[in-house]
Nanobody, 125 residues
Framework: QVQLVESGGGLVQAGGSLRLSCAAS????????MDWFRQAPGKEREFVAA????????YYKDSTKGRFTISRDKAKNTVYLQMNSLKPEDTAVYYC??????????????????WGQGTQVTVSA
């Protein structure tokens, strides 16, 4: 099992930046992917970005490409999400998640067994 704790959310104006962090503990060596998902009120949880824990290969939701950057520091067991040029539609609770099975896609939340508690990101117009 992997334990995850997010931090770094907050209130920012449109066009601003935030950096989210996700500290992992436990069986981190068993993770194949570390992802960020988000969930806005009344909407389903959606994929934002993914990084393969071993090779550092990254994937992004189309609407975040060029604005968001996911990275990891294996020595610190931490994953980051740098968010620039934020828009009001980016407002959501952001969750860090670990995929410890090789089965299933990296962008489907049902394939993730470990989740953080979430951190609120609010972007004002």
């Amino acid at each position: 099992q992997v334990q995850l704790v997010e931090s770094g959310g907050g209130l920012v104006q449109a066009g601003g930046s935030l950096r989210l962090s996700c500290a992992a503990s436990g069986r981190t060596f068993s993770a194949y992917y570390m992802d960020w998902f988000r969930q806005a009120p009344g909407k389903e949880r959606e994929f934002v970005a993914a990084i393969s824990w071993g090779g550092g290969i990254t994937y992004y939701k189309d609407s975040t490409k060029g604005r968001f950057t996911i990275s990891r520091d294996k020595a610190k067991n931490t994953v980051y999400l740098q968010m620039n040029s934020l828009k009001p539609e980016d407002t959501a609770v952001y969750y860090c998640a670990a995929k410890t099975s090789y089965i299933g896609s990296y962008d489907d939340p049902t394939n993730f067994g470990s989740w953080g508690q979430g951190t609120q990101v609010t972007v004002s117009a």
